[in-house]
């Protein structure tokens, strides 16, 4: 059974301060690395990807100077699970403490579990494979495909290592981010 909430908070300089039990739950199931000391650490630590950082930081922005709460859907698998999330992004009075809070909004169980989404497996450091940081889809022949599709025309399962992640952003949770 998988965390329902989690909640963490980013103070002026984007370090975070604060972060709940459901925070270090979700961390603990979803085998991220070094998030027992997350407190002081910079937000931009725990986000992959070049682009995705600069468009986090550009909506992290307009919520501190203008929008001071914003709700978007994501996508936070796991290689057993299809996850469905909603993020609330709220800025105090001042603008510089800023909340996350993550709510699980659907869960599914795979079929077959997704070794694409295991930190844990081997990698081949030569072979590099797009994947959205927003949504969890994976571009393969010029198409954002979900991730049963991207196994089964990489023919993972005939493979002894997988591609390498590189984590972007696809065009259209891009334009859901700078359109929030
Ligand atoms: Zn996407």
Not at 22 to 50: C, I, K, M, Q
Not at 93 to 113: D, I, K, N, T, Y
Not at 136 to 158: I, M, Q, T, Y
Request: with cysteine; hydrophobic share 40%; proline share 5%.
């Amino acid at each position: 059974m998988t965390v329902e909430a989690l909640s963490y908070a980013i103070d002026e300089q984007d370090r975070l301060i604060r972060v709940d039990d459901g925070y270090y739950r979700f961390a603990e199931e979803n085998g991220w690395d070094g998030a027992g000391d997350s407190l002081g650490r910079l937000l931009w630590d725990f986000v992959a990807g070049h682009d995705v950082r600069k468009l986090q930081r550009l909506l992290l922005r307009r919520v501190r100077d203008e929008l001071h709460d914003v709700e978007l859907p994501f996508r936070c698998d796991s290689p057993e699970l299809r996850r469905e999330m909603d993020v609330r992004i709220t800025a105090d009075r001042s603008g510089r403490v800023v909340l996350f809070s993550a709510r699980l909004r659907s869960e599914q169980q795979r079929e077959e579990p997704q070794p694409l989404f295991d930190p844990s497996v081997p990698r081949d450091d030569a072979d590099f494979l797009p994947m959205c940081a927003w949504c969890d889809r994976f571009l393969v022949d010029g198409e954002w495909v979900e991730v049963e599709e991207a196994a089964k025309r990489l023919e993972l399962f005939r493979r002894s290592e997988l591609p390498t992640l590189d984590h972007g952003i696809c065009p259209r949770c891009g334009g859901t981010l700078l359109a929030a």
